[in-house]
């Protein structure tokens, strides 16, 4: 907004007496500002739609629609409450100059008019008003700034995660394509649940779209497994199994600390539950924590089975891929046992949908 003390601005005179419009009229336009004529109250709420003044002077006795009843309206009126009211009156009792106030009105200016004091007193207003829209453009402007350096800083933190999901899937030699691959099926999954009435009150667009971008952070924990434990051949002896398993919890500790401990994005929150339970079992023979049944949250349940698919029809350093129906019949065999009876009824209809 240009600072009004440097440029016109809009003066609306509300008043039912032609005289007194003519008046006011010449001392605002000897400010250099522009007057805007309204013969009485249902005509300046018509015009204030177009014309957004920078200040109203407001006459009280007027036919049908009295000043304080116009500056009423006005003040309950999202659009308009800010822009500053001075009555103009020939009432100049306290008890009016008090009721004037009372409805919202910046000012009160008696009748017959001194130019000087309507000069002065719009003067300061039309100064305060601008100061406090120039205040608040300030405001909206590092607001905007604040938002943006808040979504770089996401966006970089997203990239970090990302970074360090793709080197642990190059440690353990999973498919190049695997956290693309997890990516979509997880969002094809999900999405065929919300339309189960199981859980469409659970699952909502939003849900969708956060999996989507958590699924690929479950195995960031590989990153603090070594090597030779990862890329082994034959069959882990159980101190290496016991070592492949802190995957899990070292991988949701690496997103709590990459994270905000007092603010969380959905995301960060969601991530955390699927590294540290996607290999929990729904019978409770899974870890790191044995839970069973819906004490594992949902979104690791959806990953525990997308991933396992995903794994079971990519080559690994110990097999060569299964194909899609042979990965489902294993998959089944250990409906509940490790995967929920009702996540797997839906993952087997839309199975031909997963990359």
Known sequence: MDDIRMSAANVMIVDDVEVNRFVLSGIIEDMG???????????????????????????????????????????R???????????ISAYDTPEDVVKGFEVGSEDYITKPFIPEEVKARVGVHL???????NLLEMNRKLRISVKEQLKQMEQEKKSVLYGLAGVARKN???????????????????????LSPLYE???????????????PLCDIGNITIPMEVLGKKDVLN????????????????????IGSYNDYNDYIKMAIDIAENHHENWDGSGYPSGKAGNEIPLSAQIVSIADVFCALTEDRSYRKAFTTDEAVEIIGKDV?????????SVFTKIIRQFK
């Open 33 to 75: 500002h522009k007057p805007i004529l309204a013969e009485d109250g249902k005509e300046a709420l018509r015009l204030i739609k177009t014309t957004r003044p920078n200040l109203i002077l407001l006459d009280v006795s007027m036919p049908e629609m009295d000043g304080y009843e116009v500056c009423k309206k006005l003040k």
């Open 77 to 87: 009126d999202m659009l308009y409450k800010d822009i500053p009211i001075i009555f």
């Open 127 to 133: 100064k305060v008003y601008n100061a406090t829209h």
């Open 172 to 194: 353990a030699s999973y498919d190049e394509k695997h956290m693309e691959r997890l990516r979509y099926n997880c969002k094809v999954l999900t999405q065929a649940m919300q």
């Open 201 to 215: 009150r659970i699952i909502s667009d939003s849900y969708v779209s956060t999996i989507e971008i958590a699924a």
């Open 238 to 257: 159980d101190e290496e199994k016991e070592l492949m398993r802190t995957h899990t919890s070292k991988g949701a500790q690496i997103l709590k600390d």
């Open 336 to 344: 509940g046992k490790k995967y929920s009876e009702d996540i797997h």
